[in-house]
């Protein structure tokens, strides 16, 4: 069974940073396409961020170059740190695979 679980969000100040995990189980993370959405109150799923099978990656206009999407092997992890966080970028966020995704973690930028 595919599961997803994402940690590490919290409250942070404009400029400050944050990394977060999903670990997962059910199927090798370092193998598939996994992908980083958000969910902003009262808005729909915004896509983050994506890495393919063979460690391509992409990201969404409003956080290139600030957020960095990676995996790790021998935890079975996925990760996305977050630097230059700025209030918009106030969401839950959760990973994806497939069709699959984990409850998310709340992610709010204030100062």
């Known amino acids: 069974e595919v599961q997803l679980q994402a940690s590490g969000g919290g409250l942070v100040q404009p400029g400050g940073s944050l990394r977060l995990s999903c670990a997962a189980s059910?199927?090798?993370?370092?193998?598939?396409?996994m992908t980083w959405f958000r969910q902003a109150p009262g808005k729909g799923p915004e896509w983050v961020s994506i890495?393919?099978?063979?460690?391509?990656?992409n990201y969404a206009a409003s956080v290139k170059d600030r957020f960095t999407i990676s995996r790790d092997s021998a935890k079975n992890t996925l990760y996305l740190q977050m630097n230059s966080l700025k209030p918009e970028d106030t969401a839950l966020y959760f990973c994806?695979?497939?069709?699959?995704r984990g409850q998310g973690t709340q992610v709010t930028v204030s100062s």
């Open positions: 059910g199927f090798t993370v370092s193998t598939s396409l």
């Open positions: 994806k695979k497939g069709t699959t």
């Open positions: 890495i393919t099978s063979n460690g391509a990656t």
